[in-house]
């Protein structure tokens, strides 16, 4: 019996890079025998209202074409704690960061090599991070991060990962320690730091590994602290973040945990890029709560 695959694809993605790669995309699925619906989405909305139906239908694979945003739509549509999720997600990078199809090793630059995974690939069951009643893929941003992507969402210019450094370097400027009272598996500290980090995947802001050793099998959390450091000394630290070299310096500490509570005055949560809301939060692991298609 030939797999279902329920193809939802954002126009605007990656500067209008997902229409142009399509019809190559669906025909790699058909090729493998799938029964492919291509669902063309008008809205952020309306793709969160599309896969939802889609799973609800119980098609096998919801192949989701687009940036991380649309992703982050993807494994909230497909999750479910209990394991007797159907459908699993099918992750064909198409957008600017693409941030958890390069944690999850799915090439951002071969998106048909990632439709092939997604019809005839191995299927993994992940964790997740469970935060404000959703669910985070790759990393959730509290502090300079955090800042940082929200003037990247705001910028027109420039396009590409390229938009996060020029963020970063901007926000730098006037950028300062913040407080947080964070308990850690029970443990509470209140401390001063440039960011908290809170990682099931590696990597955020198009292609930096803040959390360097997640593992999303683990059933742990990886929280990544850089304690507060001069400007100058941040902004050595951020071109290490690329190779995740950075987190052997002395003011950078890794924890490894299952449950965090976070709350600081002014403090602001991003996860996959997309806003969470402002502290208190309670961020913990959702353990083997999403099926997804991975290159085998």
Not at 67 to 94: E, F, K, V
Not at 133 to 143: F, M, N
Not at 152 to 175: C, D, H, I, Q
């Amino acid at each position: 019996m030939s797999r279902r695959i329920s193809l939802v694809v954002n126009p605007t993605a990656g500067r209008g890079r997902a229409p142009k790669l399509l019809a190559a995309v669906e025909a790699r699925l058909r090729a493998a025998g799938a029964q492919v619906e291509t669902l063309a989405t008008t809205s952020y909305d309306d793709a969160a209202t599309q896969m939802a139906a889609a799973v609800g239908s119980g098609t096998d694979v919801l192949a989701v074409m687009g940036g991380d945003g649309m992703m982050h739509l993807g494994l909230n549509a497909c999750a479910d704690p209990s394991g007797q999720s159907r459908t699993a997600l099918g992750m064909i990078p198409a957008g600017t960061g693409n941030d958890l199809c390069r944690g999850l090793g799915v090439d951002p630059g071969s998106p048909l090599a990632a439709a092939g995974a997604a019809v005839d690939g191995q299927r993994r069951v992940l964790d997740l991070i469970r935060v404000a009643d959703r669910y985070v893929g790759a990393v959730v941003a509290v502090g300079f991060d955090a800042q940082v992507n929200a003037r990247a969402n705001a910028m027109p210019w420039p396009k590409g990962s390229l938009r996060y450094t020029v963020a970063a370097l901007a926000e730098l400027r006037g950028f300062a320690p913040l407080s947080y009272r964070l308990t850690l598996d029970g443990e509470v500290r209140e401390q001063q730091a440039m960011l908290v980090a809170i990682g099931n995947t590696t990597t955020y802001g198009g292609g930096m590994r803040i959390c360097p050793r997640a593992d999303p099998t683990d059933g742990f959390l990886d929280v990544t602290i850089i304690h507060p450091v001069n400007r100058l000394k941040l902004l050595q630290l951020l071109p290490q973040m690329r190779s995740g070299r950075f987190a052997r310096d002395r003011c950078v500490e890794q924890l490894r945990v299952r449950r965090v509570s976070i709350e600081g005055p002014g403090l602001t949560a991003f996860g996959d890029g997309e806003l969470v809301g402002a502290t208190p939060l309670v961020i913990e692991v959702a353990p083997a709560a999403v099926p997804v298609m991975l290159p085998a």
